[in-house]
């Protein structure tokens, strides 16, 4: 009598799929958290009148922040923004005397003297071949130079009304500057999210050789890039000068540094092709509240820069965990 032997299976194991909580959630439950500690705190930080000032304060770093996440998805980065900031401003104001133009001219001239300066990044990194990094600090040093050369390395003042009332005056009781944060961030969501120049833009951050396999231009999608941010970078300095009511050439000094953090503790990597501008908002939005919250408390502005070194410093750690997970 022969036996057979009984072939033995293994118990069967449902296994779900590993799934990741998006980082725009994690952000906006950080960010909730934390204006309840700060609310209990300074009770006088739920203010209408503080909230408001704390969205004003934002929305210049929001606007670098939108203008470099546009970069940081082609895989590349910009430090040359605080400089950009600093040279479009003095443009700007060397344009707004008053009776000498309407206020629409300065606009334009800061905007266009931002793009300028990024499409010449783009063009150093795409046909150059020059590191991002390298390229965009040599921009930092040469925009910095630019506007103290242009301004005679004093501040330019004597604005005109009409000019000034762009970083200083409101709209229905809105700020405009946090008016002109929303539509950037708006009309960037758009591009990135609904126009085909986003989606190659994803792609050639996700996979250059790929995209470059498939027939894409990924020189002129990276030129994109980086004027776009240039140009934004530029807006961010009209709005600055119009504020202060002054071109500065020292204006916008560890901008760009602000505008990294908030885009990558926002979810975009630095390898490029992932994240997108909802997150640029919240990260901006997380360091505003944290800079208000500080000042509220009576914080040295000594301790503020040391916290926000270490925010920075995180939010690489984190991107780069989440590159090896």
């Known amino acids: 009598m022969q036996c057979q032997a009984e072939t033995v299976h293994p118990p069967r194991v ?12 994690t952000l906006a439950i950080a960010i909730a958290i ?11 930080f739920l203010n209408l009148a503080n909230l408001v000032n704390l ?14 996440t546009y970069v940081l998805l082609t895989g590349g980065v910009d430090l040359s923004l605080g400089s950009v900031v600093a040279f ?19 606009v334009l001239i800061g905007i266009a003297a931002g793009a300028a300066c990024g499409a010449a990044n783009g063009l150093v990194v795409t046909r150059g071949r020059v590191a991002p990094f390298i390229a965009t600090l040599g921009m930092m040093t040469a925009a910095r130079g630019l506007a103290l050369l242009l301004s005679g ?12 009332r762009i970083g200083g005056g409101s709209a229905a009781g809105v700020p405009v500057p946090i008016l002109i944060f929303a539509v950037v961030a708006v009309l960037s969501w758009i591009l990135l999210s609904q126009m085909r120049v986003g989606r190659y833009i994803y792609a050639v951050g996700g996979n250059e050789n790929a995209a470059r396999a498939s027939g894409l231009d990924v020189r002129s999608i990276k030129m994109v890039g980086y004027t776009l941010c240039g140009g934004l970078g530029g807006l961010a300095g009209v709005v600055l000068a ?8 020292n204006a916008g000094i560890g901008y760009e540094l602000d505008a990294i953090a908030a885009v990558v ?5 630095l390898n490029g092709g992932t994240g997108g501008v ?17 000042d509220l408390l009576n914080v040295s502005s000594y301790y503020q820069q040391v916290v926000k070194g270490l925010i920075i410093v995180g939010a690489v750690w984190l991107d780069r965990s989440k590159q090896r997970t």
Do not use: C
């Not at 479009?88 to 300065?106: D, E, I, K, T």
């Not at 390395?153 to 000034?164: D, I």
């Not at 503790?265 to 990597?269: A, F, L």
């Open 14 to 25: 449902d296994r779900k799929p590993h799934t990741r909580w998006p980082a725009e959630l």
């Open 34 to 44: 934390l204006m309840a500690a700060l609310s209990v705190l300074r009770p006088n």
């Open 55 to 68: 969205l004003r304060q934002i929305s210049i770093n929001g606007i670098l922040a939108v203008g470099v």
């Open 88 to 106: 479009s401003g003095v443009a700007a104001a060397s344009f707004a005397h008053p009776g000498q133009y309407p206020a629409v001219v300065p």
């Open 153 to 164: 390395g004093m501040p330019v003042s004597n604005l005109a009304s009409s000019f000034t």
């Open 242 to 249: 119009s504020r202060i009511t002054t071109g500065q050439p």
């Open 265 to 269: 503790i926002g979810g975009t990597s």
């Open 278 to 294: 909802g997150g640029a908002i919240l990260g901006a939005l997380l360091i505003g509240i944290i800079n208000n919250g500080l």
